[in-house]
């Protein structure tokens, strides 16, 4: 049985009973993941900056077939099917805006601001792409991909990035919720990396 079959052994094909009852509230999921910071904490965090030292996180755009509380995974070069007995507490978009946050804040001197502050002084402004989310099964991978735009005040300066790491996983819900967890975090740490050295 090559890869590609065992991923879809692994995985629940959408419009299958197990998956109605799942989407119809019937039962509870038996994993529900979010996503957490693996960056050291560094305990209470007070923090000023001058103007344009901040850094305002927005949600990044994610494809329909992620944008879901399921968690996806690639069979085929077509084919998209969902983790069995795995849900995100929310959809990845917000996951990863929050994670990002959080891995900003760690790990940076930043003064970290929501969207729904920037009105304050936005500083840099990172915006992005999440494209890619979930389970690749031709590698056996949770796999994230992140193409992120940085922009300055008034936006006299914009860069791009590509940013995504993968975790090894089975398909398995046991094993695919902490890869996606480690890769995301993997991903996140690039992005603080390049957030924190940019002027």
Do not use: H
């Not at 090894?168 to 995301?184: F, I, K, R």
């Not at 991903?187 to 050295?197: E, R, Y």
């Amino acid at each position: 049985m090559n890869n590609v079959m065992r991923a879809a052994a692994a995985v629940l094909i959408l419009g299958s009973a197990s998956g109605c009852a799942l989407m119809g509230g019937s039962k509870a999921p038996k994993n529900l993941i979010t996503l957490n910071s693996t960056a050291p904490d560094p305990g209470p965090i007070a923090r000023s900056g001058n103007a344009a030292e901040s850094v305002t996180i927005e949600a990044p755009v994610i494809a329909k077939e992620i944008r879901t509380t399921r968690v996806a995974a690639q069979v085929g070069s077509t084919t998209v099917a969902y983790i069995k007995d795995l849900t995100l507490v929310d959809t990845p978009d917000k996951l990863f805006k929050d994670l990002l946050g959080e891995t900003v804040l760690r790990t940076t001197n930043r003064v970290v601001l929501d969207p729904q502050q920037s009105n304050l002084d936005p500083g840099l402004t990172v915006t992005g792409r999440l494209t890619n989310f979930g389970y690749d099964g031709s590698q056996g991978t949770a796999f994230v991909r992140y193409d992120a735009a940085l922009s300055t005040a008034g936006g006299t300066r914009v860069e791009t990035r590509r940013f995504e790491a993968r975790s090894p996983a089975d398909g398995t819900a046991a094993t695919v919720g902490p890869a996606l967890n480690q890769a995301a975090n993997d991903v996140a740490a690039q992005v603080a990396s390049w957030i924190g050295t940019s002027r």
